[in-house]
Structures are given as C-alpha cells and as structure tokens.
C-alpha cells in the first residue's frame, strides 16, 4: 500500500521497503510458547535479516508469559498496550479504541503490521489503514472467514501455512485474491543440536522408542495412539511409547482420561506421558521413530522437526502433512484412525535399523530448499518486499 506521504503529514515517517530499517510489529494474542503458532512466530522473527528489519511486539499492559521472554531473548523490542474486539454494540468505544491504536503504530513508526491470527475485528488491525500501515493476517488454525469480520477487509495479505489449509477455509472466496501460502520454518540447526537424555526419561538403551509431540486434544488422536501401543506392545516389548505435550485448552478432562488410560496394566510403564517440555530437540534425539495420528493438521511442524531430527516419521495424510511428506521415501502416511495400518508400519520399523536410519536420512534431506531457515528467510522478505 503507497500513499504519498506529501498528501498525508501522519505518514511522514514511512520509509521505502529499500530502507535499512524497516519496522515490523508483530502481534498475538496468546502468550504461551508449547504449541506451533508462537514458535512458528518465533521462527518468523529468526529469520529477519536484522540489518533490514526492526521486528517489535505489541503486548498486553499487564501481560507476561514465556513467548515474551523468547522474544525479549532475542531484543525484540515489547510495546505495551491493550488490544480490544470493535463491536457495533459500542461504537464510541470502539472509534476511540481504533483511533487509539492508528495513534501507536505512527508513533512507533511502524511500517507493517504482523499479526500472527486472523483475529476479529481487532482495533489494531483496524487502526492500520487509518495509519496508512499495511497488514498481514498470519493464519495457522481453521478459518471461516465470516462476512462480519471486519479485519478481512483491512488485511493486505492473509498468509496460510499450506495451500491445504487454504482449501480447508470457509468462505475462502472473501479473502481469496489476497490469499498467500508460507510453510512454517523448520529450525534444522536447533533440531540437530538434541542430545540424547534417555537415562533422565527411564529408557534403556535396548529400547525401541516412538515418540510424539503434540497438546492432549481428540484432533491429535491420543487414543488412537493408545490403540496402537495396546495392539503392539504385548509382542513388541521393547517398546516403549512416550508423548511430549500438554493439555489443550478445553480438552483437559480428554487429556486425563487418556493418562488414566495408560495405568492400564497392558501399557504401565511403557506409555509415558512427559508433560509440556522445553527440550524437544533432545526428546527427538532420544527416540527411534516419530508417530504423528492426528486427525487434522494445518501443517505439521513437529512433522517437519521430527523428519529434521532424522527419525523416520509415521503419521497421517491430513491438512498440510502431504506437502511435507511427498513420497513413501520422505515417510509413511496413512488414513486417519487405521490402528491396524500404524501398527504395521511402526513393526515393519522397529525390526529394522536400518530402515528406519534410511527412511530418517531421505526425509531430513528432503527438508532443504523447502524448509529450511535460509529458503524461508527469501519467502518471508518477498511477502514484505510484496506489500
């Protein structure tokens, strides 16, 4: 969006996409840093070239939380400042409130407006035309795009982290000419940095060990992993299963049936529930192979890290998961809830070492020049560079 700043004095200080310090402020609603969005936020940020981009988040007076410390690590510099939902039901309230936000982006000299959600009628993101600052709408959940929206209007670009999420949308249609696709970064480097913690997890070195990572919700399929393990572990006793994740809001009494169901005598001891964990990285170099049985998923990143950690990968063909997984060489993907499929792949693995170092190896070489920090870092400047 180029408005001539010699037609509107509030926009004096824009600067050209050329400029050595274009200013991004970036915003989310939620705080906490254990599920794909903030990291996929974090790894936006990671890959700025700094001597281009000034990268600022916008956060709540009061707020605090361990996605503001990740970003404070990395001198992000934190706006306060409160943003609210405009409602026709208030419509003083709301103007002052938009009125209020165009006023802090132009003092912050903000160039563009990053918002990691597509959110609802933000003042924020409502306040950014007045401002003349262009906005991107990053999306990473399902979307109906609803006709009373208000923010799809003000968006410049709506960014999907597949081109299947973007099919997924409701209502599509609306936002559809400013539709763009960018796949989630994958920290390859981070990922093989892991080392190995089974003696702190209670594995032996004789163990066969799948992992997931992933929050305790019905679309992540717990229980269709618990089937598995059921079917599998009486003639496989050498595996053991353990899954990395916490409660999803709302989910908590699912999360607790499914770790009650564990006590089974079948499974004691051998299904591990971890909790939310801050060393992935090392749980990835703890393990044999990855199992993934989600009912849905826009992406996929703990795909993705799974496959960077060389661990062969069996999961589901859902959401973006087939554009990361292009080929039974990369990893084996099957339908939804086929308990007697998974069991059979993740066999077919833990018999052979060698098949699962072969499947590893294809599916982390398969990641570069998709995936990695370098080939993104071009996709996200050519979004900015596009506005």
Known sequence: MDVPTDECPDLAHS??????????????????????????????????DRHRHTPLF?????????????????????????????SYRRPGRSLRAVLRSASLLRRARVDVLHVNEF???????????????????????????????????????VVFVSEAHFRATGHRARIARKAAVLHNPVNIAEIES??????????????????????????KAIDV?????????????????IIAGRAGLGHEAYADEMIRAAEDPTLA?????LGSRNDIPDILASSDIFFLPSRYETF?????????????????????????????????????????????????LAVS?????????AGRQSLEGRFDRDTYARALEALYSSL
């Not at 594995?203 to 990572?213: E, F, G, Q, T, Y």
């Open 269 to 273: 001891g051998r299904v591990l529930f």
């Open 225 to 241: 992993l618990l089937a598995v393990a059921r079917e599998m572990i009486p003639r496989r006793p050498e595996l053991r299963f």
């Open 58 to 86: 916008l956060a709540s007076s009061e707020s605090d939380g361990a996605l503001l410390r990740e970003l404070e690590a990395r001198d992000v510099e934190i706006l306060r400042g409160n943003v609210t939902e405009a």
């Open 194 to 219: 892991g080392r190995g913690i089974r003696p702190s997890l209670g594995l032996a070195p004789s163990d066969v060990v799948v992992a997931s990572v992933c929050q305790l919700t019905p679309n």
């Open 300 to 348: 996929g990143l703990v795909v993705a890290e799974a496959m960077a950690a060389s661990l062969p990968v069996v999961t589901t063909r859902v959401g973006g998961i087939p554009e990361i997984i292009r080929s039974d060489r990369e990893g084996i993907v099957l339908d939804v809830d086929d308990v007697p499929g998974f069991a059979a792949a993740i066999d077919s």
């Open 119 to 157: 959110g609802w009628n933000l003042d924020i993101v409502l306040a950014a035309p007045l401002a003349g600052v262009p906005v991107i709408l990053h999306v990473h959940n399902p979307l109906d795009v609803d006709a009373q929206n208000l923010d799809r209007f003000a968006a410049s670009k």
């Open 15 to 48: 600067r050209s996409w050329n400029s050595p310090d274009v200013r991004i402020l970036y915003f989310y609603s939620s705080h906490q840093f254990d599920t794909g969005s903030p990291k996929a936020l974090i790894g936006m940020i990671d890959a700025l």
């Open 353 to 361: 070492p060698s098949r699962r170092i072969a499947l590893g190896r």
